[in-house]
Nanobody
Framework: QVALAESGGGLVQPGGSLSLSCAAS????????MGWHRRVPGKEREFVAG????????TYGAFAKGRFTISRDDVEKTAFLQMTSLEPEDTAVYYC???????????WGQGTQVTVSS
């Protein structure tokens, strides 16, 4: 079983920055991609960013390009999300995910609140 521990988030003013991290533990050898989705109450879940754990592709949601940066530590099986130029519209609960192969499974963190407000 894979467990995900999220940290970071909180309250920031518009234009500010926040960082999130997500550490995978347990049977992580088959984890091949990690990242985040976010959910605003009353709206559908949105893909934020994802990164392959073997040097593969990095992908971003359209709203995240140019403002958010995802990175990883392959040894620690940890993903990081640096968010800059935050806007009130970025207010959401951010959920870390990890995809596992053989057979395919998805794992999710507990979610962390990001609030952008003056």
């Amino acid at each position: 079983q894979v467990a995900l521990a999220e940290s970071g988030g909180g309250l920031v003013q518009p234009g500010g920055s926040l960082s999130l991290s997500c550490a995978a533990s347990g049977f992580t050898d088959r984890v091949y991609n990690m990242g985040w989705h976010r959910r605003v109450p009353g709206k559908e879940r949105e893909f934020v960013a994802g990164i392959a754990m073997d040097g593969g592709p990095i992908t971003y949601g359209a709203f995240a390009k140019g403002r958010f940066t995802i990175s990883r530590d392959d040894v620690e099986k940890t993903a990081f999300l640096q968010m800059t130029s935050l806007e009130p519209e970025d207010t959401a609960v951010y959920y870390c995910y990890a995809y596992e192969r053989g057979p395919w499974r998805d794992h999710w963190g507990q979610g962390t609140q990001v609030t952008v407000s003056s």
